[in-house]
């Protein structure tokens, strides 16, 4: 203000030499440079959340998504960040689809902002708000009303995040809620994808590794390669250099999966435990004779 000023009342009485212009003017530069700049890094740090599907990309503010009129105030009773009842501003995921040219053996991949990348099923994913089953819908975090923080972290689900309602229609897993999403995008399934996580195809339809094999896909590869294949880069691959099974024993194996901190802690370990509910103890011993039988399949991803 005081260059304003300044400025104002020498052009009002004399004519100021280009120099002192200049140095008059020079406080104004900098001000509107700094306010600009500040503009610029406010608009590039809010989280933005970026659609992939059918060759178009698109992104979007959380302000964008709540202004939509297909957002809604949803209650989700099991909610699986939370452990408890939250309610959400949210917006159907089939809304955020809809229009995109996506192939039907195709699925839906979504990245996390640490690494985790979940894939989803395309059809589950169409489900409309009527429909009688499981609904998928993104929960957005107003920039002015932050969700708590998750337990043990320092930051919340947001901004966006993965709910569903009426999960235990279509038996939705817990892997299947990512949040502190930053990008959804169309992509080849898994096993297509990458044929280095197939088992032995002379394996029998009903051999229990194979139902193994897909469960992996849906509760491991979230964060594990195996072979080199896979998109998380949170936890290391499970079959490069070596397979836990070379190393742990069975019943050791099938504790850690269970509850990895019951076995051993580190201040950065990532890696949840399962209820249950989550994976009963079958399906972590199908998982297990997966991951036995890989490891006589070591062939990294092209």
Not at 44 to 72: C, H, K, N, Y
Not at 96 to 124: C, K, N
Not at 240 to 247: D, G, K, R, S, V
């Amino acid at each position: 203000m005081i260059g304003i000023v300044g400025y104002g009342a020498l052009s009002a009485g004399t004519r100021a030499a280009p120099g002192i212009r200049r140095l008059y003017l020079l406080p104004l530069v900098l001000m509107l440079g700094a306010f600009l700049l500040s503009i610029g890094q406010a608009w590039s740090a809010a989280p933005r959340l970026t659609i992939a599907l059918g060759g178009m990309t698109r992104q979007f503010s959380a302000e964008d998504l709540l202004r939509d009129p297909a957002t809604v105030e949803i209650e989700v009773p099991q909610d699986i960040a939370y452990g408890r009842t939250m309610r959400y501003r949210a917006i159907p995921l089939a809304v955020l689809l809809r229009g995109a040219a996506i192939s039907p053996d195709q699925a839906i991949e979504v990245m996390a902002s640490d690494g985790f990348v979940a894939t989803l099923p395309l059809d589950l994913l169409q489900r409309q708000p009527v429909d009688s089953g499981s609904v998928p819908y993104l929960a957005i975090e107003p920039p002015d009303s932050p969700w708590p923080m998750l337990a043990g972290k320092s930051l919340s689900a947001g901004p966006f995040y993965i709910v569903w309602l009426r999960p235990e229609v279509e038996g939705i897993r817990t892997e299947q809620w990512p949040y502190e999403v930053v990008e959804i995008r169309a992509s080849d399934l898994p096993a297509k994808r990458w044929p280095v996580l197939a088992v032995d195809p002379k394996l029998p339809a009903g051999d229990p590794r194979r139902a193994g094999e897909a469960l992996y896909a849906t509760m491991c590869l979230v964060c594990h390669r195996l072979n080199g294949a896979g998109s998380a880069d949170l936890g290391p691959d499970l079959n490069l250099p070596m397979n836990p099974t070379e190393y742990f024993q069975s019943d050791a194996l099938h504790a850690y999966i269970r509850d990895p901190a019951a076995l051993r802690h580190w201040p950065g370990m990532a890696m949840p435990g399962f209820s249950k509910d989550a994976l009963s103890d079958h399906e972590i011993d199908l998982i297990i004779a997966y991951l036995s039988h890989m490891a006589g399949r070591k062939s990294p991803a092209p």
